[in-house]
Each structure stands twice: as structure tokens, then as C-alpha cells.
């Protein structure tokens, strides 16, 4: 994902010489095709997270479109108060840019992994928030939010997502993507976990469900449409996000279906369950000790269509 954010931002800074892209002293190797092509839309903060937000925000005011860029909770956490304060207060047109969103960085700990970042930037006002799921996604947020005028929150995976789409047709920021028509049961995602989601569908279709599956690459402003839609057609609504559960992008469906005046479907939230990882170890181990492995998904959906059919 990293690699195709890089060589579309390439793009369109060669197009657009507002575009700027400030770094916390790091991916550079990364982010070589940037400064190599476009050295005078290129700036090093060095290791400032906080300070490279506010001046992030100070060029916005004057004129330019500014990406920051940094891993894990560095470009968000760590510099909350001036992404609130500076940037989203202003409306200032910033776009923070994390690369390693939720277990990517596992192997270095808590302190290095993106666990609370969706719940957090969503509750900024003025703030899109933004989870693209493989390449295609990737590409096509960056487009959009290059032309968004408002400050606004990218998650990114690190690198060797899968390509899930061919293409998508008039992406917007806002709205879902249909990934497979289905019954009875409906499965949303956002971020790369998709590649979980993706095996657990396979699966599930060997044990002779049909899922219906969503991809989300925006979760604020969330497609209530979408999810007005499904709550009221299907049986079982299922949200899978490497995050805490807690106020994040499955709760961000919870509060468009508690508002709705009627509904058919139950909602099972599969994530993180509101605790720190504790343990160390690749993403792909913490996803299995965490519940969120597409193993861990399909017999969470088995139990909960179980519990369904008992309740009948």
C-alpha cells in the first residue's frame, strides 16, 4: 500500500505543485521516488511529529496541500493536539498519513501499533477518515483525498496487500464497495484485515454460507445508506476491523442502526476487544491471538448464526 500511495502522490505533486509531503524522519527509502522527482514538495521534520503537524498546518493556510507521513501512532496519537487544534479547527487541508495501521508494527510493541487511531480521528470534527482495504483502494483514496479540501486521515497497511479489485468505478468518499452479493449474512470490513475477510468468505462458502461482503475504505463520513440497507434485509451484520472495537468502525455502523426506527439484522463487531496487546509477535500471529484471523472470524459467525436459528 505504502508503495502505491508513494507513486500516486508522485502524480499528482508532478501535476499539482501545492501537493507537499512532509516526513518524521523516515520511509525513505520509501519515499526516494518522492524527493527525487519532486525535491522542492519535500520537506524532513526529523523526528517532531507534533511540530511537523503545525507546520503542516501553516502551509495549508497558505495555500499548499499537505500530506504528513509517519508509522503507527507517531503521525496521530502523538500529535492529537495539533491535528485538533491546528488543522482540523481550521479545516487547514492536511492529510495525516499513517502507514502500519493496527499489528502491522507488532513485533515492536504496544507503543508502535495503531489500535485506537480510526475511534480517535473520527471523533474530530471536520476530520474524513479514510481505511483503504488493497492497492486499488489505496490508489483511489489518495486521488480523492488529494482533491478533498479539509483535513483528513489516511490508514494504510505496510506493503504485500493483495490486489482485491480489478478497478473501481466512480470512487467516492463516503460510500462502500460491494465486494460479493450474498444472503442472510452480510460481512463489512475496512483497512487490510480485508485479506482476512477474504479467507473467511471462501471459507464460509465451503460450509455452505453465502456472505454478502463490503469493503468500507471511508469510515467517516460512513455510507448509512449501505448500512441502512443491509441492517434491514439480512439476518446477521458482521464488522471486522484491526482496531479496538471500541468507538471505532464498528461502532460507527452501531450508531447509524441504533437510530434506525426498524431493523432486521443482529450486529457481531469482531476486533480487538477494548485491552492493549500484550504479547509480541508478526501481525498475522496477533491477528490469531486476538480473534481476528479469518479462522477466529468464521466461527465467530458460525456461533452467532447458531444462536440466531436458537433464538428462532
Known amino acids: 500500500m505504502r508503495d502505491t500511495f508513494v507513486k500516486t502522490l508522485v502524480q499528482l505533486a508532478k501535476e499539482d505543485k501545492n501537493i507537499e509531503l512532509v516526513t518524521g524522519d523516515?520511509?525513505?527509502?520509501?519515499?526516494?521516488?518522492?524527493?527525487?522527482?519532486?525535491?522542492?514538495?519535500?520537506?524532513?521534520?526529523?523526528?517532531?511529529e507534533q511540530n511537523m503537524t503545525s507546520v503542516a498546518a501553516g502551509m495549508a493556510l497558505e495555500g499548499k496541500n499537505v500530506f504528513t507521513y509517519s508509522i503507527g501512532n507517531f503521525p496521530t496519537l502523538r500529535c492529537l493536539e495539533q491535528i485538533r487544534n491546528d488543522c482540523a479547527y481550521h479545516n487547514a487541508n492536511v492529510k495525516v498519513v499513517c502507514i502500519g495501521g493496527g499489528f502491522v508494527y507488532g513485533s515492536l510493541g504496544m507503543s508502535h501499533?495503531?489500535?485506537?487511531?480510526?475511534?480517535?480521528?473520527?471523533?474530530?470534527?471536520?476530520?474524513?477518515?479514510?481505511?483503504?482495504?488493497?492497492?486499488?483502494?489505496?490508489?483511489?483514496?489518495?486521488?480523492?483525498?488529494?482533491?478533498?479540501?479539509?483535513?483528513?486521515?489516511?490508514?494504510?497497511?505496510?506493503?504485500?496487500?493483495?490486489?482485491?479489485?480489478?478497478?473501481?468505478?466512480n470512487f467516492q468518499i463516503g460510500k462502500a464497495i460491494k465486494v460479493h452479493d450474498g444472503?442472510?449474512?452480510?460481512?463489512?470490513?475496512?483497512?487490510?484485515?480485508?485479506?482476512?475477510?477474504?479467507?473467511?468468505?471462501?471459507?464460509?462458502?465451503?460450509?455452505?454460507?453465502?456472505?454478502?461482503?463490503?469493503?468500507?475504505?471511508?469510515?467517516?463520513?460512513?455510507?448509512?445508506?449501505?448500512?441502512?440497507?443491509?441492517?434491514?434485509e439480512y439476518d446477521l451484520l458482521?464488522?471486522?476491523?484491526?482496531?479496538?472495537?471500541?468507538?471505532?468502525?464498528?461502532?460507527?455502523?452501531?450508531?447509524?442502526?441504533?437510530?434506525?426506527?426498524?431493523k432486521k439484522a443482529k450486529l457481531l463487531r469482531i476486533g480487538l476487544n477494548d485491552e492493549y496487546s500484550i504479547r509480541v509477535g508478526n501481525q498475522k500471529y496477533l491477528r490469531q491471538q486476538y480473534g481476528m484471523d479469518s479462522t477466529s472470524i468464521v466461527n465467530k459467525i458460525q456461533d452467532a448464526m447458531q444462536e440466531l436459528q436458537n433464538n428462532q
Open 113 to 169: 501499533q495503531a489500535t485506537e487511531d480510526l475511534a480517535i480521528l473520527r471523533a474530530l470534527p471536520n476530520v474524513v477518515v479514510m481505511a483503504p482495504a488493497d492497492l486499488v483502494e489505496a490508489e483511489e483514496c489518495t486521488k480523492a483525498l488529494a482533491n478533498y479540501n479539509g483535513t483528513a486521515y489516511l490508514r494504510l497497511g505496510r506493503g504485500g496487500e493483495k490486489r482485491i479489485h480489478d478497478r473501481i468505478d
Open 238 to 262: 458482521v464488522t471486522v476491523e484491526e482496531h479496538n472495537i471500541v468507538a471505532g468502525f464498528g461502532s460507527a455502523v452501531a450508531e447509524v442502526m441504533a437510530e434506525m426506527n426498524d
Open 183 to 232: 444472503e442472510k449474512i452480510a460481512i463489512f470490513s475496512t483497512g487490510a484485515i480485508f485479506e482476512e475477510v477474504t479467507a473467511a468468505y471462501d471459507e464460509l462458502r465451503d460450509k455452505g454460507y453465502n456472505p454478502a461482503v463490503y469493503t468500507f475504505p471511508t469510515v467517516k463520513p460512513i455510507d448509512k445508506e449501505t448500512i441502512e440497507k443491509i441492517s434491514m
Open 26 to 48: 523516515l520511509g525513505f527509502g520509501v519515499l526516494k521516488p518522492f524527493w527525487e522527482q519532486c525535491p522542492d514538495q519535500f520537506t524532513n521534520a526529523g523526528i517532531a
